[in-house]
Nanobody
Framework: QVQLVESGGGLVQAGGSLRLSCAASGRTFSTYNMGWFRQAPGKEREFVAAMNWSGGLITYAGSVKGRFTISRDNAKNTVYLQMNSLKREDTAVYYC???????????????WGQGTQVTVSS
């Protein structure tokens, strides 16, 4: 069982930045494939970014590419999502997840955090 706890969400003006963190339990974090997803009210959960266990495979949704950066610190059992140039349409609850493989499909992820709210105002 893996427990994930997100933090770092909040209210920010358009054009601003936030850094989300996701702390994971377990002694084998370095083997985890990690993903970030988000869900806006009335919409389905959508892929944001993913990094495989080695950090050698990183993918982003087209809507965030060039603005968001996923990274990990295995010594701290933590994955991060740096979000720059935020837009109103980035408003959502953001979730981190551990997956069997590093994909864009939510169904490939087994463990999920409780989510952190990001609200971007104009």
């Amino acid at each position: 069982q893996v427990q994930l706890v997100e933090s770092g969400g909040g209210l920010v003006q358009a054009g601003g930045s936030l850094r989300l963190s996701c702390a994971a339990s377990g002694r084998t974090f370095s083997t985890y494939n990690m993903g970030w997803f988000r869900q806006a009210p009335g919409k389905e959960r959508e892929f944001v970014a993913a990094m495989n266990w080695s950090g050698g495979l990183i993918t982003y949704a087209g809507s965030v590419k060039g603005r968001f950066t996923i990274s990990r610190d295995n010594a701290k059992n933590t994955v991060y999502l740096q979000m720059n140039s935020l837009k109103r349409e980035d408003t959502a609850v953001y979730y981190c997840a551990v997956g069997r493989v590093s994909t864009q499909r939510p169904d490939d992820y087994t463990y999920w955090g409780q989510g952190t709210q990001v609200t971007v105002s104009s």
